[in-house]
């Protein structure tokens, strides 16, 4: 579909209902919008919520409120209620969900199901848009293969006539998942999993200060009953010596290697050990492994003193996370389109997240998916659980238990290579995990590997070392970079390099860092013929807060400085609260990228993001400025601008703010704010710690590859494969040649010619009430799901 949903649609309204023409094919769209997720509460369940209702608004639909989740809709009444565009304004930034969530008995009953149809049909609701868990939309599932009788039973019984049960004879559903495990299969994240990883690991780097100061072991449980996903990942953001988790149990005699792995670490002056532990964790025979019990064999066994702590709800409480925002809007949009396409033949489909695309599979395939998962735990084949996870959850647990254990130096075979590791360009969270991955998998794989110190500034000054196993434990959780890195290009220290590199003997060089990292990839790649020292395997790893790097969607950093945009712009929103209309205007960095712009503004829900990519002129702020002004003299508040700091050379924050402050005189005031150096500071987000870890030990296995097929024969790498961007591009890991990337280049402005996040665009200007097409071509389509493609 390559149209626009604005030019594809058509509405007339007949009265209580509005009939839909999507592409040319009419449908009724009265959808109603409810939180079905039992009586948990999940973050960015309003960024979905907001989401839905807008983008029904924007369509021509009425939107429905159902609170209090399934109960609201058996009790009916004033618990169905229809919203507006207000009704959802300010809510991004707040947790939970405004509209409720409870159990229900009563809609597990025929009968209950029975008042919620009648409910329904007395607003003409024939499309259900649903969060919750497999269990929750399970039961929209049954409720929907129900509605055809309980139409005829509701007719029967002279609630509804025979009119009604034609006009409304079928029900269309739509499911997005909460669920802060990240436990449903079909989809790489669910709604609420990154909100929750980043209170964990507030939680445990806050831990870790006082456990260093007092040599002391914690034990620390987090939620996950059936699912290990939240304690797989946190052991990884925080380089945790040990892991239970209920699909991967630990091997008999698990009590004595742990003792022994924890020995060892006190052998070392480690002062402090973490052990982490999911609620479910299991034995190989099923039996549970509690903390207490880890508690207790530390203690018993080593004398350590020993603390335990159950972080419990605390993981579902504070702010949501800047990607949970974006992503249930991304889904909330979608779920909307899917409405819209829903035929009789449609069935029920969930709303999920592969890579960077919302798609739709059937609800009941992953359903079928997440439940096979728990019975291969229950009949004890643990392998196929692992693999029924999917391919994330395998390559997270892989990675882990490499970069966890460090075998005998006896046990590794010595392949006689050293690899050295560079920081280059600005700093960016997440660069020191980067680097302790790559030591470890090199040191694993049998290499030597070297460390240079401040960039290839200090490369040419020979301030280069070798670095150890545990010389880098503990850089997880380090924002910044410990090796140092400066923007210097090798260009012009070329010869001292090459000369570094014979010394050295230094057979590949692995380059984290942003768009000079690729640029000093493409100079010493041109300067083999010149130096036969750079015919060696060359590979760069996107680490930069600006994601200007071609050849990957997202670079390492970007999600860090994504937050704290957020939770600046989050602040400053709320600074205003009590006081008179105000608007903010807030200054991004990026260079001449509009990534942090665009992205900080659907996520903080801003009214307008200015941005390099998309000219704008006069005409264009005018018009902004009047339509601010019209949304706050309704009860519209706060007004929220983001401009990047490259976007006009001549339409700058300054004349930007004087604009709207002299436009919105008598309307609102305003204010103005350059958030400055302080995007790139701070420790890493949960998803920047396991990013790197995860993007570099994939950028070694490649070097050792490489290497692997040069042993013995003294060969030169000079082809063009041999010098590579690692990126990410849709859910799949490439590695690509410079040489061909410079084509997709711009480097007069540093970013790639065409960037995926543009797609977006449209989509934050609508929720912020504008009139926009928004491109649905890469939706519509219902997939299906694949164990080994999640």
């Known amino acids: 579909m390559s149209k626009s949903l604005l030019k594809c649609l058509g509405v007339c309204v007949q009265a209580c209902e509005i009939r839909i023409h999507w592409q040319n094919r009419p449908c009724s769209l009265l959808p109603w919008f409810c939180h079905l997720g039992g009586v948990t509460r999940i973050e960015g369940m309003n960024a979905a919520v907001r989401a839905v209702v807008r983008m029904g608004i924007y369509v021509g639909a009425k939107v429905y409120f159902i609170y209090e989740g399934y109960q609201g809709m058996v009790d009916g009444g004033a618990n169905i209620a229809e919203a507006d565009w207000e009704s959802v304004s300010s809510i991004l930034q707040v947790g939970g969900t405004i509209i409720g969530s409870a159990r229900c008995q009563a809609f597990r009953t025929r009968e209950g199901r ?5 409910n329904l049909l007395q607003r003409g609701i024939t499309n259900l848009c649903v969060i919750g868990g497999d269990g929750s939309l399970t039961g929209a599932n049954l409720f929907r293969k129900e509605w055809s009788g309980l139409l005829e039973e509701l007719a029967r019984n002279g609630q509804i006539d025979k009119e009604a049960v034609q006009k409304y004879a079928y029900l269309n559903v739509v499911g997005m998942v909460g669920s802060i495990d990240n436990d449903f299969c079909g989809t790489d994240m669910t709604i609420g ?11 445990i780097d806050a831990i870790m200060t006082t456990a260093q ?31 239970f988790l209920p699909e991967s149990p630990p091997e008999q005699g698990w009590e004595e290697q742990m003792c022994v792995k924890l020995s060892e670490n006190r052998a070392r002056k480690k002062r402090l050990n973490i052990i982490i532990v999911a609620e479910g964790a299991i034995d190989t025979q099923n039996k549970p492994i509690t903390s207490e019990k880890i508690k207790e064999l530390v203690v018993t066994q080593l004398g350590y003193d020993t603390r335990v702590t159950i972080l419990g709800h605390v993981q579902r409480g504070g702010t949501p996370s800047a990607f949970d925002r974006i992503l249930a809007s991304r889904m909330g949009v979608e779920a909307v389109i899917a409405l819209l396409e829903a035929t009789p033949d449609t069935p029920a489909c969930v709303v ?22 728990q019975k291969a735990m229950d009949e004890r084949r643990f392998q196929d659980a692992v693999r029924l996870r999917g391919r994330s959850f395998a390559g997270n647990l892989n990675t882990y238990k490499r970069l966890a254990i460090k075998l005998p130096d006896d046990q590794i075979p010595k392949t006689n290579c050293n690899v050295a590791v560079i920081n280059v360009g600005a700093p ?3 660069m020191n995990a980067a680097v302790r991955s790559a030591v470890r998998v090199g040191i694993a794989d049998g290499h030597r590997m070297l460390a240079i110190y401040d960039g290839f500034d200090g490369f040419a000054k020979g301030q280069i070392k070798e670095i150890g196993w545990t010389d880098v434990g503990g850089w997880t959780g380090q924002g910044g970079s410990i090796l140092g890195t400066k923007r210097i290009l090798p260009g012009k220290y070329l010869e001292e390099i090459a000369t570094q590199m014979r010394t050295h003997s230094i057979n590949a060089l692995l380059i984290i860092g942003g768009f000079e990292a690729y640029k000093s990839a493409c100079d ?3 300067a083999r013929g010149r130096h036969q020292e750079l015919c060696i395997p060359l590979c760069v790893v996107p680490a930069t807060i600006s994601n200007n790097v071609p050849g990957t969607e997202i670079s390492l950093g970007a999600d860090t400085s994504l937050n704290v945009i957020v939770q600046t712009c989050d602040r400053i929103k709320q600074s205003a609260s009590g006081t008179k209309r105000r608007v903010f205007i807030i200054e991004t960095m990026g260079g001449y990228c509009g990534y942090l712009a665009n992205m900080g503004g659907l996520a903080a829900g801003a009214d307008a993001a200015y941005i ?4 704008f002129d006069i005409r264009d702020l005018q018009s902004n400025v009047e339509h601010l002004t019209e949304k706050m003299k309704t009860t519209i508040q706060r007004g929220l601008v983001l401009r990047n700091e490259s976007c006009s050379e001549n339409y700058t924050t300054d004349f930007i703010y004087q604009l709207y402050s002299e436009e919105g005189k008598g309307v609102f005031d305003c204010r103005k704010n350059v958030l400055g150096h302080m995007q790139q500071g701070g420790a890493p987000s949960p998803f920047d710690r396991n990013f790197g870890t995860k993007i570099s030990a994939r950028a070694m296995e490649w070097i050792t590859a490489k290497l692997k097929e040069a042993r013995g ?37 540093r970013i790639p010619k065409e960037q995926w996040w543009l797609k977006l665009r449209p989509l934050m200007k609508i929720l912020a009430k504008y009139k926009a097409s928004y491109d649905v071509s890469d939706s519509g389509q219902l997939e299906h799901v694949q164990p080994w493609s999640v």
């Open 114 to 118: 029975l008042k919620a149809a009648c």
């Open 612 to 615: 390099f990519e998309e000219p």
């Open 352 to 373: 999920s997240l592969n890579g960077n695309h919302a798609v739709r599979l059937p609800l009941m395939e992953c359903v079928q998916m997440t439940q096979d998962v």
């Open 213 to 243: 100061s007092h040599q002391r072991t914690f034990v620390l449980e987090v939620m996950g009953r059936h699912c290990g996903y939240l304690a797989l990942v946190s052991a990884l953001a925080c380089g945790a010596d040990w892991v």
């Open 193 to 203: 999993t990154d909100s929750a990883l980043h209170r964990i690991i507030e939680v």
């Open 713 to 749: 024969r003294g060969k030169k790498f000079t082809t063009d494969d041999s010098v590579c961007v690692l990126g990410i591009s849709k859910r799949n890991v490439i590695f690509q040649p410079v040489a061909e990337l410079k084509q997709q280049t711009d480097f007069e402005h």
């Open 524 to 526: 010493m790649a041109e």
């Open 428 to 430: 960016a969270a997440g």
